[in-house]
């Protein structure tokens, strides 16, 4: 299998893997030098390289006011699929609890709910995109960290409040229509016309996808960011939400 496709498979976007791959055969060099490389806008590889360096995967050092980038060992992405696996396996007495609770007849509903939400938390912090969860009055109840070193808002930040706390005004109101007819018919929502302002005041946009998941009454809407040419990945995300939530009947 391809380098470029085992990294993918580990999360990360195709963009993403591409900068990795060509920072490791450069050794050490300037964003623009890796840019070339990977065939990519230096704007979006810059943004990529301070993500992979947040995650242990890139570093650099300046000399003479120029910052050099190197691409750490490869042996960091096995250390990172042991912190994922040792992260499951610390969370599957919780989980299994929770399976094995659902069986009984009459739980509160707040007490399913919660389960469900806890269920949908460990699915978002297994994936590198990031991810916002509202409940049915829109609020949020959950974003993963990929979520939080985008935005650079803290989950205790912005729990409860409405996502129109990241609007930026550039969108336009016709998108934004276009969101809520398609969110209520029950469908899912996918557009690269939003552009979402960060904590710091900067402005971004990626490919929005949100869609509801639905059952007897219980409702959540998932939101996940992701490069434009990931749709595919999106799809694939979106099945295992839904597998997730169905779970829980």
């Known amino acids: 299998?391809?380098?470029?496709?085992?990294?993918?498979?580990?999360?990360?976007?195709?963009n993403e893997a591409k900068v990795y791959l060509a920072a490791l055969a450069l050794g050490e060099a300037h964003v623009s030098?890796?840019?070339?490389?990977?065939?990519?806008?230096?704007?979006?590889?810059?943004?990529?390289?301070?993500?992979?360096?947040?995650?242990?995967?890139?570093?650099?050092y300046v000399q003479r006011r120029y910052k050099y980038w190197v691409a750490e060992d490869p042996k960091r992405f096995l250390a990172s699929?042991?912190?994922?696996?040792?992260?499951?396996?610390e969370a599957m007495p919780a989980l299994s609890k929770m399976r094995n609770s659902q069986r009984k007849k009459n739980v509160p509903a707040k007490v399913d709910a919660d389960a469900t939400l806890d269920v949908f938390r460990l699915l978002a912090e297994s994936v590198q995109q990031p991810v916002l969860i509202t409940n049915e009055l829109m609020e949020i109840a959950y974003?993963?960290?990929?979520?939080?070193?985008?935005?650079?808002?803290?989950?205790?930040e912005v729990r409860g409040k409405h996502p129109r706390m990241l609007q930026s005004g550039r969108t336009s109101r016709t998108a934004y229509?276009?969101?809520?007819?398609?969110?209520?018919?029950?469908?899912?929502y996918q557009s690269d016309e939003f552009v979402d302002r960060k904590k710091d005041g900067s402005t971004f946009h990626l490919l929005t996808t949100i869609f509801p998941v639905s059952r007897n009454g219980r409702q959540y809407f998932i939101q996940i960011l992701d490069d434009t040419t990931e749709r595919e990945r999106i799809d694939a995300l979106r099945t295992e939400f839904t597998r997730a939530f169905f779970a829980r009947k």
């Open 1 to 14: 299998m391809q380098a470029q496709k085992v990294i993918e498979r580990l999360g990360y976007t195709q």
């Open 33 to 60: 030098d890796i840019a070339l490389r990977a065939k990519l806008p230096r704007t979006s590889v810059q943004s990529i390289v301070e993500k992979l360096h947040k995650d242990g995967l890139m570093n650099f």
């Open 81 to 89: 699929l042991r912190n994922r696996e040792e992260a499951l396996r």
């Open 143 to 156: 974003v993963n960290r990929s979520w939080e070193r985008l935005f650079g808002y803290g989950l205790h």
């Open 177 to 188: 229509d276009r969101l809520r007819e398609t969110l209520l018919a029950g469908k899912l």
